[in-house]
């Protein structure tokens, strides 16, 4: 079993709508959790992290389920700057952060 | 805002050849790290160092790869004979230290190299 496993996507969706991501996790050690954004050929960046109550930063709401070793991250109303590849992302007690191969968002116009 | 800095953006090499990654970190940062990425790959961790030594590595961290901090401010990655399959996208990274918050990690905007 991968490590960090998502949807592989791409996903295509046009202007305003609400697109989800799904992730999971192996470790049931994993002590943080994590969706980073990723341009093409660029760094990744720290989106947000993810809480167990869950956590909402404007329109991106992120969802962990620590049972079930699940993680989401939920965009409303999508914009043209939203698409890049989302990255879910976990934490050992180390600080190491293993990355999951993310999924593709591209938002049309 | 403090960033972390990488050097080369692109570095073109013969395979057998010695490279070397440069990195200056965020200054007060403590934590070091180096990850790659094969294109079309997953994120990839190779490396942590702290209190100049290093305090993890992975199984792709083999005797060819080695890291310095030679100065208290670059933080260096060096690939003492190149492979084929060394061809990717390095990161560097840095963070503050442990507590809180300040766990984030801070990614350089990579150094690709492509081994011909």
């Known amino acids: 079993r991968k490590e960090v496993e998502q949807d592989p996507g791409p996903f295509n969706v046009p202007e305003g709508a609400t697109v989800a991501f799904n992730c999971t996790y192996s470790?049931?050690?994993?002590?943080?959790f994590f969706w980073y954004r990723q341009d093409c050929r660029k760094e990744p960046k720290l989106l947000m992290s993810v809480y167990s109550s869950g956590n909402e930063d404007g329109r991106f709401t992120a969802q962990l389920n620590r049972a079930s070793q699940y993680i989401s991250l939920l965009i409303r109303d999508s914009k043209l700057s939203d698409s890049a590849t989302y990255l879910c992302v976990v934490r050992g007690s180390n600080y190491k952060l293993t990355f999951g191969k993310g999924t593709l968002l591209t938002v049309n116009p | 805002e403090p960033e972390v800095t990488q050097t080369p953006s692109h570095q073109v090499t013969q395979m057998g050849q010695e490279v070397i990654l440069r990195c200056v970190p965020i200054?007060?940062?403590?934590?070091f790290y180096w990850y790659r990425q094969i294109l079309g790959q997953k994120v990839e961790f190779l490396v942590s160092?702290?209190?100049?030594?290093?305090?993890?590595k992975s199984e792709i961290f083999d005797d060819q790869f080695s890291v310095e901090r030679p100065d208290g401010s670059n933080f260096t990655l060096k690939i003492r004979s190149t492979k084929l399959e060394d061809s990717a996208m390095y990161f560097c990274a840095s963070r503050a230290g442990t507590g809180g918050y300040t766990g984030e990690l801070f990614f350089g905007e990579g150094s690709r190299l492509t081994v011909l």
């Open positions: 200054s007060n940062h403590l934590y």
């Open positions: 160092f702290y209190n100049n030594e290093i305090s993890e």
């Open positions: 470790n049931s050690a994993s002590q943080s």
